[in-house]
């Protein structure tokens, strides 16, 4: 995709290694000139005008060596092949200039003595520079301004005629020189050699006197320039200093961006985040050189189904989490002049001043979003230069979004927060509330940070507790209540304003697993009203679950319209309140892998009157195949009259250490006896109204309470080990539903 963007924007040309363009990336160059020359020489002659008779000596002599700095001017950065470079400094410096001429001439008035010197001194000269056309591969040296200062003086007969202590000569008789930019490597190196007798005049005034013997302009003097042999020798090696450059990427907020869906609107983006990506010097400050082109590519992104874990359930897209939108994206918010928008790239691209930063904004559609930002600067000249990301010690070039931890797709801010810095994005083993001491809740911390939906609103789990969702179909307020209590006395965290849509029919919530999978399904618990009265409520188990597990062993839970003490009266208010009301948290216990705190009471009988032997027998509703002859008495040993025949007693007969035994304020113990048989005697016992407060925890051992404790001490004990201690029963995760911890079944004496 990157490859057809930039194709389409720029042609296949790639910057080769050997380019001119490579010269361009220079801000600096460590240059050594060198200015040298050596001639000596003498002539006795006769001057053919004037019969003179003359005697000339010469002795010229320059050894100039100066090592600088250019600098590039920065009038000329941004240009597409040109630079300019100035003289910054001398780091280093020797001058030697000695050019000495004299002049003996004697005639018939006697003799006359001419004298030119020319000395330094002592300063190095400056304002060397350099241009360089990458267009027509060519550099020029340029000589103007470079002046090393003198002394010249001219004398006659001892007497000076001209005098200048601060007389400059030119480095070169010329005021360029133009040179061809090497094809390989970045060394500047040359020479230039102006011979002595074409080029004196320009090269010392001490050699002025050859102008009368130079036959170009019409000299006839024997002190011709023929004579002169040397050359001005000129050289220079330059080396430039490049700019390292560095690309930082800075997403906005970064160290607290989490990612978010729409859950409103699944297929719109959540939130989003804007890019920032900054051209700087290696270490900061700013370059001298810009980019043409930012290039923001989206690598390794999610593909999680759906928004979060459990929302949409029906068709959850799988397309990737994090996209570049081209509304979020115009050229005018980018940093340069034109962009190029793909899903996964945004391609900035400069005009001819460049850029030093680029911006893209991209859009996250998963509150479990993740995936890597790579970010690609493109300097004329360069190798692309792929950035990293801001104060990053690691210099991640795949910058991660969210911030996380190597190996993680958990936004760390998440994490922290929390103080779970230190878990693996697979990890399941929360140990609050311990429970029976299985480590959990079926979710995985990803599960748990990439989060649900709960009545359109998203909710990102606790990682350091233990969590339940409850899908409530039961339209009344009161049922809320109870859920809550069961989420006080449970320590859970009870999630329980699920949509139909937002947990499958069969309770699954982790439906839209991806990344960290636990590798199980997880259910929450779907409670119903049932349409008919049965007289009981009921967790309905699944298909060959065990008894009481996990929220996976149960299809649902079933609370019955009415019904003694376990349905739920709708119409006749308080007096069925707490009875009725009580089984909800009481059923969802069983779907947590609680038990009874017994499990042999002997449910609904009928103590009826035979008339045909005058003796009292029990019996099964609606049956009388089964009749047992039974001693009734209440609490206190008196006796208990059955009405005659056809008349009966319906009673709900408990035994010790059964479903009524413990501690009478626990969910699970039962409520609704109204008889008791203490032993395999015939005794039967009517009890008393039981007359108790509302339940309103788990309890922590088998130990009796209440009426089960002396003076009264109906049931007793809850049946140990197997039962009591209910709090330490309770497993949510779904991956030891069947753990044979989990079954508690006993036989009844």
């Known amino acids: 995709m990157i490859l057809a963007l930039v194709l389409a924007k720029m042609g296949s040309t790639a910057w ?8 361009l990336r220079t801000t600096n160059w460590y240059a050594t000139f060198t200015h040298s020359l050596s001639e000596n020489g003498g002539l006795d002659f006769t001057e053919p005008g004037n019969g003179d008779h003359c005697s000339a000596t010469w002795h010229f002599v320059r050894n100039i060596t100066v090592s600088c700095q250019l600098a590039v001017n920065p009038l000329t950065i941004g240009h597409p092949y040109y630079r300019d470079f100035n003289w910054k400094q001398n780091d280093s410096a020797t001058v030697h200039i000695s050019d000495t001429f004299d002049l003996t001439c004697t005639d018939s008035s006697g003799t006359s003595v001419q004298e030119r010197t020319l000395n330094d001194l002592g300063i190095a000269p400056t304002n060397f520079w350099l241009s360089i056309n990458t267009s027509d591969q060519t550099y020029s040296l340029g000589w103007v301004g470079v002046e090393p200062a003198t002394t010249y003086e001219f004398k006659i007969d001892n007497t000076s005629v001209f005098l200048q202590n601060n007389f400059n000569i030119g480095w070169s008789p010329e005021a360029l020189s133009t040179n061809s930019l090497p094809s390989t490597g970045m060394v500047l190196q040359g020479q230039d050699s102006y011979p002595m007798q074409e080029w004196y005049n320009l090269i010392t005034p001490a050699a002025d ?48 961006w989490t990612p978010e869906g729409n859950l409103n609107q699944p297929e719109q983006r959540g939130n989003t985040n804007r890019l920032l990506a900054r051209l700087q010097k290696k270490g900061g400050g700013v370059p001298t050189e810009r980019a043409t082109r930012f290039d923001f590519e989206l690598v390794n992104v999610s593909a999680e189904p759906g928004l979060c874990m459990n929302f949409p359930i029906q068709s959850p897209s799988t397309a990737p989490d994090l996209k570049f939108e081209a509304e979020l994206n115009p050229a005018s918010a980018s940093g340069g002049d034109t962009v190029i928008i793909g899903d996964d790239v945004v391609g900035v691209f400069a005009n001819i001043q460049g850029m030093l930063t680029g ?14 930002i790579q970010v690609t600067a493109y300097v004329s000249g360069r190798d692309p230069i ?13 910058v991660p979004l969210p911030k996380c931890q190597p190996g993680s797709h958990i936004a760390d801010i998440w994490k922290e927060r929390w103080g779970v810095s230190n878990l693996a994005d697979e990890a399941d083993d929360e140990d609050f509330p311990e429970g029976d001491e299985h480590p959990g809740d079926g979710y995985t911390l990803y599960e748990e940070y990439r989060g649900f939906c709960e009545n359109r609103d998203h909710v990102r789990l606790i990682p350091l507790r233990k969590e339940l969702f409850i899908r409530n179909e039961i339209e009344d307020g009161r049922v809320v209540a109870e859920i809550v209590k069961f989420k006080t006395a449970s320590s859970l965290g009870v999630h329980y304003r699920l949509r139909d849509d937002e947990i499958t029919p069969v309770g699954l919530m982790n439906v839209n697993h991806g990344h960290a999978y636990s590798g199980h399904p997880q259910s929450g618990i779907v409670l119903k009203l049932r349409p008919e009265e049965t007289g009981y409520s009921q967790a309905v188990g699944a298909i060959g679950a065990l008894g009481n597990s996990t929220p996976g062993s149960k299809l649902r839970v079933e609370i019955d319209p009415a019904g003694p003490g376990w349905g739920l009266d709708l119409n006749t208010g308080e007096a069925l309140y707490h009875t009725a009301l009580g089984s909800i948290a009481h059923e969802i216990a069983h779907c947590c892998g609680v038990w009874h705190h017994g499990d042999c009471d002997d449910g609904q009988r009928v103590w009826w009157l035979n008339p045909l032997d005058g003796k009292n027998y029990e019996t099964l509703p609606e049956s009388s195949t089964d009749a047992v002859p039974i001693q009734p008495i209440d609490e206190r040993g008196g006796p208990v009259t059955i009405p005659d025949f056809p008349g009966s007693i319906d009673v709900r007969l408990a035994v010790p250490q059964g479903q009524h035994s413990g501690d009478v304020n626990c969910f699970m113990c039962y409520r609704v006896a109204t008889a008791l048989r203490r032993d395999n005697s015939s005794t039967r ?24 404790a002396p003076p009264r001490n109906l049931f007793g004990n809850a049946h140990a080990p197997e039962r009591g201690n209910c709090a330490s029963q309770i497993c949510v995760n779904d991956k030891y539903k069947d753990d044979e911890k989990h079954d508690r079944k006993y036989d009844c004496p």
Not at 217 to 236: E, M, Y
Not at 386 to 398: A, C, E, F, S
Not at 685 to 708: E, H
Request: glycine content about 10%; some cysteine; charged content about 20%.
């Open 16 to 23: 080769g290694a050997e380019d001119p363009a490579r010269f």
């Open 209 to 256: 006197y050859f102008v009368a013997g130079d036959t170009r302009i019409g000299g006839t003097s024997p002190l011709s320039p023929a004579l002169l042999g040397a050359n001005l020798v000129l050289t220079w090696s330059l080396r430039p200093q490049v700019e390292e450059l560095e690309v930082i990427v800075q997403p906005e907020g970064y160290a607290e």
């Open 359 to 372: 911006h893209a904004v991209v859009s996250s559609f998963d509150f479990g979003a993740y995936g890597e």
């Open 386 to 398: 792929v950035g990293y990301l801001k104060d990053d010690p690691q210099k991640r070039k795949n």
């Open 685 to 708: 016992i009517k009890l008393d109204s039981l007359n108790l407060p509302p339940r309103s925890l788990f309890c922590t051992s088998a130990q009796a309470t209440g009426m089960n």
